[in-house]
């Protein structure tokens, strides 16, 4: 069972920048997807980044592309969502997620929500 646990969520004014992290619980896996999904209420999950530790294949939401940078640090098993100019729009609870993975297709249609995740964080505020 892998623990997922986020941070650095919080309030920011429209333009601003935040840096979310997603420290994950010891595994074994030899490769695995990780997203970051955000939600508000009455609306749908929305997948908003995620990386295919596999191949290095990066995949954004085309609301974010250009603005959010997903990254990972594999030593510190800590996923990473550097968000820039941050807009109103962008406000929402986020929530990082794992899963064991060794196909980029799969990662991308979990980003899609097409496919689910196995373990999800609390998740962090990010206010704009």
Excluded at 2 to 31: D, F, M, T, W
Excluded at 71 to 88: F, G, R
Aim: with cysteine; glycine share 12%; net charge neutral.
């Amino acid at each position: 069972h892998v623990q997922l646990v986020e941070s650095g969520g919080g309030s920011v004014s429209a333009g601003g920048s935040l840096r979310l992290s997603c420290a994950a619980s010891a595994y074994a896996y030899r490769s695995v997807c990780m997203g970051w999904f955000r939600q508000t209420p009455g609306k749908e999950r929305e997948g908003v980044a995620a990386i295919y530790s596999g191949g290095g294949r990066l995949f954004y939401a085309d609301s974010v592309k250009g603005r959010f940078t997903i990254s990972q640090d594999n030593t510190k098993n800590t996923l990473y969502l550097q968000m820039n100019d941050l807009k109103p729009e962008d406000t929402a609870m986020y929530y990082c997620a794992l899963e064991e993975c060794y196909s980029s297709t799969w990662c991308y249609d979990a980003h899609q929500g097409r496919a689910e995740f196995s373990f999800w964080g609390q998740g962090t505020q990010v206010t704009v």
